[in-house]
């Protein structure tokens, strides 16, 4: 199986290298790395043009955003399955990839999610927050409990069918995708019990613009899905109080 990644890059001289080398230090034989990069002021681009050999493309331009630069890149994208890893973030081990495919292959899954820990951008030694998946269940979707958006793989056959992610959210588009492909309970999703990223913990609880933004784009989302937007917003940020609890003690 071909397992087509995508990073999408702005600005983020700092993070773009680690994310860069968690991919392409993977043992796994058939992986595509699509970069998408929206036009980067820094030295990103350069940056990444120091892998440009091992990188099936590149591509630097100007964009809307994080979301319209992925969809560029899953368009590109030739692979049987459809991985993300943000310009900040990096796979949690060179083996990760190889077993994501083996579970794929035993499982004939549609959707793969797993675990992942959230760190402290200058220390990454440091865990903020372990979120463990947990097992699927459509209840738990339907009372606003979604996998950690990295941490999922997506047969491409299914993106091609289900679309790409709506650009008109800015924050929330990644909810939106998942929500749109998990809440008819059609798909066979499997949970990886192991850990598959680390992200960097970003800045969203201390922008009050940013989670104004959020708190709009979540409770617009929810409505188009026919949930209850104030009551599933809250049981989302309920799921993720044991995330914050099993960090103090990992």
Not at 150 to 171: A, F, H, Q, W
Not at 201 to 228: A, F, V
Request: with cysteine; aromatic share 10%; proline share 3%.
């Amino acid at each position: 199986m071909k397992v087509s990644i995508i990073t999408s890059c702005f600005n983020r001289e700092k993070t773009i290298r680690g994310c860069l080398e968690s991919v392409l230090n993977q043992d796994y034989p058939d992986i595509e790395y699509i970069v998408i990069d929206g036009a980067s002021t820094d030295s990103s681009l350069a940056v990444i043009n120091e892998y440009k050999d091992r990188i099936a493309r590149i591509v630097s331009e100007p964009d809307h955003g994080m979301y319209e630069g992925i969809n560029k890149g899953i368009r590109l994208a030739t692979g049987d399955i459809i991985g993300l890893v943000h310009s900040d973030d990096f796979l949690y081990s060179n083996q990760t990839i190889s077993h994501i495919v083996s579970k794929f292959e035993q499982t004939g899954a549609d959707f793969l999610y797993g675990d992942g820990l959230f760190v402290n951008p200058t220390d990454v030694r440091k865990v903020v927050r372990n979120w463990i998946g947990g097992t699927y269940r459509l209840w738990k979707v339907k009372h606003g409990w979604l996998p950690l958006h990295p941490t999922c793989y997506i047969k491409k056959s299914v993106m091609d069918k289900r679309g790409l992610y709506n650009e008109t959210y800015k924050i929330a588009a990644d909810s939106d995708l998942l929500f749109r492909y998990l809440l008819g309970g059609d798909l066979s999703v499997v949970y990886l019990h192991e850990y598959i990223v680390k992200m960097r913990m970003g800045g969203l609880s201390t922008d009050r613009k940013k989670r104004q933004q959020m708190w709009k784009e979540d409770i617009r989302m929810y409505h188009s899905h026919g949930m209850n937007p104030t009551i599933t917003k809250i049981e989302k940020m309920l799921w993720k109080v044991p995330q914050f609890i099993t960090a103090k003690i990992k």
